[in-house]
């Protein structure tokens, strides 16, 4: 295993309807991110229009679904972005996350150790909170870790003008915050990464020391030999 040198960032989402309020504040993340020096890989809209996945296999290969399994399989964190459909997310983003089925069996399953900046955007804040509150829970399901600023945008205030600037002060502060909750959890998690790759393994004690105390208060200590760890045996 090598360590690798940047920090990298998937981002999912939006909608095939092009200028949404949830592929703009996606797209707003993703250049913050890149103003900040980070990798970026972006899948959004038809990007994400894969087939119905169907969790008995026969599906057709798709290059478009290679690409993005091998994106998020080497990425340090995501972010996932959903307009709100009858309360909750759309079927586009929620079908692509269930493509992530084939990670399952990673050296880091689905997204272990991942940070997750989830964005919903719908024509109120209800829809909003409700499409967040699922996203996190299915990252959770996938091992990952949603940030603690999440970010629910109401549409209907058209907080984006059409060159996607953010006209909306406090909404800019919550993107600038989610986004310094994520890249400082990945840098964090990259970190440990590295310093696993770097650092010798060391050899477990051979001796296992374990202290009690007799009823006067004198500490005894005992020393019991360790077991030797021993490999499981292989199936018949």
């Not at 095939?16 to 993703?30: C, D, N, Q, V, Y």
């Not at 959004?44 to 478009?64: E, K, M, Q, Y």
């Not at 909170?129 to 990252?139: E, H, Y």
């Not at 009690?212 to 005894?220: E, I, Q």
Request: aromatic share 6%; charged share 20%; proline share 9%.
């Amino acid at each position: 295993m090598t360590a690798r040198a940047a920090i990298s960032v998937v981002g999912m989402g939006g909608a095939i309807r092009p200028g949404s309020t949830s592929e703009k504040a996606f797209h707003w993340l993703m250049a913050a991110l890149d103003e900040r020096g980070v990798a970026t890989s972006v899948f959004t809209g038809l990007d994400l229009d894969f087939p119905l996945f169907n969790p008995n296999g026969g599906a057709s290969p798709d290059r478009r679904l290679d690409r993005f399994l091998a994106a998020i399989r080497h990425c340090d964190a995501l972010v996932i972005s959903s307009p709100v459909y009858h309360g909750g997310p759309s079927g586009l983003v929620k079908n692509a996350i269930d493509h992530l089925q084939p990670l399952a069996n990673d050296d880091r399953p689905y997204l272990t150790g991942r940070p997750v900046c989830c964005v919903a955007a719908g024509g109120g804040l209800p829809g909003a909170i409700s499409t967040l509150s699922a996203l996190r829970d299915v990252v959770h399901a996938l091992r990952g870790w949603p940030t603690p600023m999440q970010v629910p945008i109401n549409s209907s205030s058209h907080p984006f003008d059409e060159q996607g600037s953010c006209s909306d002060t406090k909404l800019d502060h919550t993107l600038t915050a989610a986004l310094d909750d994520l890249l400082g959890f990945a840098k964090a998690m990259h970190s440990s990464q590295v310093l696993a790759v770097r650092r010798p393994a060391m050899e477990p004690p051979k001796i296992m020391v374990v202290g009690s105390y007799n009823r006067d208060a004198t500490l005894v200590v005992n020393r019991f030999p360790q077991p030797e760890r021993r490999s499981p045996p292989e199936d018949q």
